[in-house]
């Protein structure tokens, strides 16, 4: 397991490498998930740094993750773009896991876009819809917050009761209005991996409430709370989850579903970013 020590050290070496090579600093960042790191391409004026530059942050390296931090401009707004993460089913601890998220708050981020690929559990959802994520359940069995808390990060217990700010999930409708996408609301369901879920496990999603599934986003989204970050999560429903198609899943479904998205994915994105 590869695990780097989460302390508050760690976090600021890291800020402050890349306060002095990206000054002046974007208070606005988006993870972009598998497949998703288009956005990042489609940036102006943009510098890049490949995550291994950055001191303790941890490389990714799954197939749909470029593994770069690219800060550059859209729409009049300069952002910070994550382009890749890295997930828990790789070995890594909750620490690794949520590192990137500590340091873009100790850099002052004050607004954070959370987006992945994910598995349709609500049928009504068609492979391609984008999802604006209202809540989340927490099927991971672990917590990034366990253990020690640091009170320069946030408090020892902190609020998740609008985890996903209504601010912003309103500005994400104000732009799939503007741009005639139309896009869903749910709860996204955060599990494991690296398998993809059983039917038997999607019924009991279902019942439980889920409308998305996905292997990432809510640590991330818990410790952005936990430094009282603002957060929006955007789901790609990249493929239907087990048993709903009578067909199996595979990671080349999910890569080609979210590149067929790539242009409503950018103009919902950029659609928000604009009217923050």
């Not at 988006?30 to 391409?41: Q, R």
């Not at 590192?99 to 959802?125: C, D, M, P, S």
């Not at 038997?200 to 889920?210: S, V």
Request: charged share 20%; aromatic share 6%.
């Amino acid at each position: 397991m590869n695990i780097i020590p989460l302390t508050f050290a760690h976090v600021d070496e890291a800020a402050q490498y890349l306060r002095s090579r990206l000054e002046p600093v974007p208070d606005v960042a988006i993870v972009l998930g598998s497949g998703l790191g288009s956005f990042a391409e489609s940036l102006g004026q943009a510098d890049s740094l490949p995550y291994e530059t950055i001191p303790y942050w941890p490389a990714s390296r799954i197939v749909g993750h470029a593994g770069t931090l690219v800060a550059g401009t859209t729409r009049g707004r300069r952002v910070l773009a994550l382009s890749g993460r890295v997930h828990y089913y790789e070995g890594h601890d909750l620490g690794t896991v949520t590192f990137a998220v500590r340091v873009l708050g100790r850099l002052g981020v004050k607004v954070l876009l959370l987006t992945n690929a994910a598995g349709g559990i609500n049928q009504k959802f068609g492979e391609g819809a984008l999802m604006v994520i209202d809540d989340h359940i927490n099927f991971l069995g672990v917590n990034p917050l366990i253990g020690p808390n640091d009170d320069r990060f946030g408090p020892r217990f902190p609020d998740m009761s609008e985890t996903y700010s209504k601010r912003l999930r309103a500005l994400a409708d104000e732009s799939a209005r503007a741009n005639s996408l139309q896009i869903e609301h749910g709860v996204y369901i955060a599990v494991s991996g690296p398998s993809y879920e059983t039917p038997a496990e999607i019924r009991a999603f279902r019942g439980l409430g889920a409308d998305a599934v996905g292997m990432s986003t809510v640590p991330e989204a818990i410790v952005a709370r936990h430094m009282g970050i603002e957060v929006l999560g955007i789901s790609c429903i990249s493929n239907m989850a087990a048993g709903i198609l009578p067909q199996p899943i595979t990671a080349e479904e999910v890569i080609a579903t979210t590149g067929r998205v790539r242009g409503q994915f950018i103009a919902l994105l950029e659609g928000v970013l604009e009217r923050l």
